[in-house]
């Protein structure tokens, strides 16, 4: 990993000229990896490899699934201070963490929009996570008009929408222009998860990012103030493919162990009311082979979910080739496998079920990311060894001349 420098530290020419005028762009694409990159033609990022800087290696946080690491990479902070520990958990106070965007579910640090707009700096926040507040709203200058909470896929916008939004921002009269602009793609998680890392849908979605992010390149070169752009392209995750679900309900069920399991993908926390029952519940699934068993309170060092009670008192990690159910989420015909089926079942299965997965370690091959970064500010055609996902927000503050949240665990990358 390249070499961090002190975000607390004066950034180079901080308060310049330049940093004040420049514009930063972040474009989000979820699911978007090394070996996708790899199996079609994307001359624009290829382009990027040449005209910018980029690393294959942005290391996610634990679970690698989107909404930890949409707010990891918008705070800067690991999950156990933000708080969003999954994408879907329990908090004692609000209940069920279902998929939401809705900035309320924060427990610490600042979103990359609130610190910009704190500090004066016009933001547009596209797709973003915590662009709205129920208790708040609209928590940046523009915000995108999909429905506020909660999150679904299909409510997002298409990805020739999103970058006309972007570029519509960025040809806007210099009084109302935002100079941070935050946007997101959708794809290609969804058809990974559906179809597989090498299917023609896997592909056409690639193509099209690729698509985008070179229509996006042309419309900052028509700009008569280019020079002053400077665009980050990054994805939270990687995908894996998977050929077996686990069917974690009835594994419970098995063992007689009655904890809330709360599943998503490759990542199942098990809360107990009676916590005298979580050693025996300990000893019981760690003797299974499909997945590892972490406890709460003695957290291997990669996962850094902390302590607080969203996170359960066990947690299920599927091995790679492996993904859970959540059986709440099953059409009918299946539920009652929870009970009374097998442990362990094909995927998919009668129809139901993903090729693709993510969720695993941060260090699973396959599962990182991709961070590349163009135009002011940046050098050319420079291959960076890596980057953690916690320090995209003080890298993009360093860029802005402004300065980070006030919580913030990652530091800005020297580029």
Request: charged fraction near 20%; proline fraction near 7%; include cysteine.
């Amino acid at each position: 990993m390249d070499k961090p420098f002190d975000s607390n530290a004066p950034s180079l020419n901080a308060g310049s000229q330049a940093h004040r005028s420049r514009i930063v762009i972040v474009l989000m694409i979820d699911g978007l990896s090394e070996s996708m990159l790899e199996s079609v033609a994307t001359p624009n990022f290829a382009r990027l490899r040449t005209e910018g800087v980029w690393t294959h290696h942005l290391v996610p946080v634990f679970p690698s699934i989107s909404e930890p690491n949409w707010v990891s990479a918008s705070t800067g902070c690991w999950p156990e201070h933000h708080g969003v520990v999954s994408a879907q958990f329990i908090d004692p106070s609000l209940g069920l963490f279902n998929h939401d965007v809705d900035a309320d579910w924060l427990a610490g640090g600042e979103l990359l929009h609130q610190v910009a707009e704190r500090q004066g700096v016009r933001t547009a926040a596209l797709g973003w996570f915590g662009r709205y507040s129920k208790s708040r709203g609209a928590l940046a200058t523009y915000v995108s008009p999909e429905r506020k909470v909660p999150w679904q896929l299909s409510e997002y916008a298409s990805e020739p929408k999103r970058t006309g939004e972007i570029i519509d921002y960025l040809e806007m009269p210099e009084d109302r222009r935002p100079r941070l602009i935050l946007g997101y793609f959708a794809q290609p998680d969804e058809v990974m998860h559906s179809d597989g890392l090498h299917s023609p849908r896997a592909r056409e979605a690639i193509i099209r990012a690729d698509s985008e992010v070179g229509r996006l390149l042309e419309a900052i070169n028509r700009l008569p103030y280019k020079d002053q752009v400077t665009l980050f392209i990054m994805s939270d995750h990687g995908h894996l493919p998977v050929t077996h679900l686990i069917n974690v309900r009835r594994v419970l069920s098995r063992h007689g162990i009655g904890g809330r399991d709360v599943t998503t993908g490759t990542t199942s926390f098990i809360y107990f009311d009676d916590k005298s029952q979580v050693d025996r519940a300990y000893q019981a699934l760690a003797t299974h082979q499909e997945f590892d068993v972490l406890r709460r309170d003695s957290q291997p060092e990669f996962a850094q979910l902390g302590q607080s009670d969203r996170v359960g008192d066990l947690i299920l990690s599927a091995h790679p080739g492996y993904y859970m159910v959540d059986p709440d989420l099953a059409p009918w015909y299946l539920k009652p496998l929870a009970t009374f089926g097998r442990d362990i079942y094909p995927s998919p299965f009668m129809g139901v079920g993903l090729v693709s997965a993510h969720g695993y370690p941060p260090e699973t091959p396959g599962i990182h990311g991709i961070l590349y970064g163009w135009g002011n500010g940046l050098p050319r055609g420079r291959e960076i060894k890596g980057a953690r996902m916690i320090d995209v927000h003080p890298t993009v503050t360093r860029f802005l001349g402004i300065e980070p949240g006030r919580l913030v665990d990652g530091v800005a990358l020297e580029l």
